[in-house]
């Protein structure tokens, strides 16, 4: 049996080396891939550079030598001004033709054929700086497993809060809107839940405050009252809150006030369903911000409170 487990390790072993090799292997033939465009598109804008400084080059030179031209026609006009009328009109006609070649037209600063160079340059890099976000997002999204897409459930919101058309964003309005009541809906308190809820697992999300106060984030478990104020609800509910008073609060029962340092504008809300924790961290600088220790044995849902008009809750992609 332990031969058995030694030969188990060792295999495992032997697949974490292998994939730590694969790994390496596959970044070195991206870094190398992304270095050959690199190089393709520098040496593009490169001669695109020189042509330009060429083409520029020969701008100057020919507005040099008209600016010269007509400097030396000027001088012979003025020369010429106080000749006798026989010898003016034996002269007239290489003056006239001194001035036809004065009047013909300068070739562009740019030539058109250049200018859809440098177009196309740009709309290149322009795509190409897209893929590169587009890439790093997926990548991201691809491996980080435990983030989640939230979106707000409009059966659940207060009729005092708004949703945006997507369901990322919620403030609050002018008045109570005339909605439907149903057992789902907050009507005792400014609330919204997330459309998903969770029975297991570790999963997270982003939110963004803006400046105002009086905003609450975190999770709330399908039970939560919500029919009455929200001191009725505490104990279901598991949050970071900024009061009207600008002063940050561990939303439980009891609510504990908080000493942050900074005031966080992105959060990050943690929940590990299992171990029961609820854990916030600015999402600027990965600082945990507070912890929350639970025994969850229902569905658990992303959870939000707001009550002003200076503030908003934005879910991040």
Not at 107 to 112: A, G, I, Q
Not at 229 to 254: C, F, V
Request: hydrophobic letters at 40%; charged letters at 25%.
């Amino acid at each position: 049996m332990g031969w058995f487990k030694g030969l188990h390790v060792g295999a495992l072993q032997e697949k974490v080396a292998s994939e730590r090799q694969r790994l390496q292997d596959t970044f070195k033939q991206l870094q190398q891939f992304l270095q050959e465009q690199e190089g393709i598109l520098l040496a593009k804008l490169d001669q695109a550079q020189r042509e330009l400084a060429k083409e520029r080059h020969e701008y100057v030179s020919s507005v040099s030598e008209r600016k010269s031209l007509l400097d030396t026609l000027t001088a012979e006009i003025e020369k010429k001004r106080d000749q006798p009328v026989v010898e003016f009109l034996m002269d007239v006609g290489k003056t006239l033709s001194s001035c036809e070649v004065a009047r013909a037209p300068i070739p562009e600063p740019v030539s058109l054929e250049l200018q859809r160079t440098v177009k196309s340059l740009s709309e290149i890099n322009e795509l190409v700086v897209a893929v590169v976000d587009k890439f790093k997002v997926n990548l991201l999204s691809e491996t980080d497993r435990e983030r989640v897409k939230v979106t707000l459930d409009p059966e659940t919101a207060s009729p005092y809060l708004i949703l945006s058309k997507d369901r990322k964003t919620v403030w609050l309005g002018d008045g109570q809107q005339n909605l439907p009541d149903s057992p789902k809906r907050f009507t005792g308190s400014p609330s919204v839940l997330g459309s998903q809820g969770f029975t297991a697992g570790k999963h997270y999300w982003e939110v963004e405050v803006g400046d105002g106060d009086s905003w609450a984030v975190g999770v709330a478990v399908e039970s939560v009252q919500r029919k009455e104020s929200l001191s009725m609800a505490m104990g279901k509910i598991w949050a970071l809150r900024l009061d009207w008073n600008h002063q940050y609060t561990a939303l439980h029962m009891p609510p504990a006030p908080l000493a942050l340092k900074q005031e966080p504008r992105r959060i990050k809300v943690h929940l590990d369903y299992e171990v029961g924790q609820v854990t916030f961290y600015n999402a600027q600088n990965g600082m945990q911000i507070l912890q929350f220790k639970a025994s969850f044995t229902e569905k658990v849902f992303p959870y939000f409170w707001l009550w002003s008009q200076e503030a908003y809750i934005q879910l991040c992609a």
